[in-house]
């Protein structure tokens, strides 16, 4: 549907994460996430390049608002190899956040079909995550559905 001559195309591009995108505000991003501290520019190039060298293994999408120039939604997704299920794949994905001024726009969803997209043409025979009983909906919305529970044990 096509408004003021832009679509929302033109207005949220979905891709990859960029070194650039820690200028773009990627990191004030997860931080409505998450604790997140601040990352210097060296520590965010260390990490984002010991990332790329998974390749398709571990991604992390982003969309950017292109009139704005800010990172508006991410999210990630590692492929976790197994043994069992002849040697299956398994998606996790982590660290889904919108920002607060966009949210309600379809742009979580899009992220998240993103991901799954990305475990199933990678083979993946499921991808699943954690989530608290506030954004259940959201998941399913997306196509998720509950399974068991999670358990964690944290180390700091
Ligand atoms: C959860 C979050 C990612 C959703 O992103 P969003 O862009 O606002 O969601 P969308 O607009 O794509 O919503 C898709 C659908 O889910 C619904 N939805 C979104 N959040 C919801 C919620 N908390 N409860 C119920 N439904 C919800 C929307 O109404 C929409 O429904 P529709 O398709 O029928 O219109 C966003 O609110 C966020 O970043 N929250 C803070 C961080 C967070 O909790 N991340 C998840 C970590 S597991």
């Known amino acids: 549907m096509q408004s003021n001559n832009s679509t929302e195309g033109d207005t949220f ?9 820690k200028e773009k505000g990627f990191i004030e991003l997860l931080k409505q996430l998450t604790v997140c501290d601040s990352v210097t520019d060296e520590k965010f190039k260390e990490r984002f390049e010991e990332i790329t060298k998974y390749g398709d293994e571990h991604i992390i999408c982003v969309i950017e608002d292109v009139k704005s120039g800010k990172i508006v939604a ?3 997704v590692f492929i976790e190899k197994k043994f069992v299920r002849n040697c299956g794949k398994a998606g996790h994905i982590e660290d889904v956040v919108v920002d607060s001024s966009t949210r309600g726009m379809q742009l979580g969803k899009k992220i998240v079909e993103y991901l799954a997209n990305h475990a199933y043409s990678m083979g993946c025979y499921k991808v699943i995550l954690d989530c608290t009983e506030g954004n ?10 509950k399974k068991e529970i999670q358990m964690v044990k944290y180390f700091v």
């Not at 591009?13 to 995108?21: A, M, T, V």
């Open 136 to 145: 259940r909906a959201f998941y399913e919305k997306c196509g998720f559905k």
């Open 74 to 76: 991410t999210g990630s």
């Open 13 to 21: 591009h979905i891709r990859k994460l960029e070194i650039s995108d």
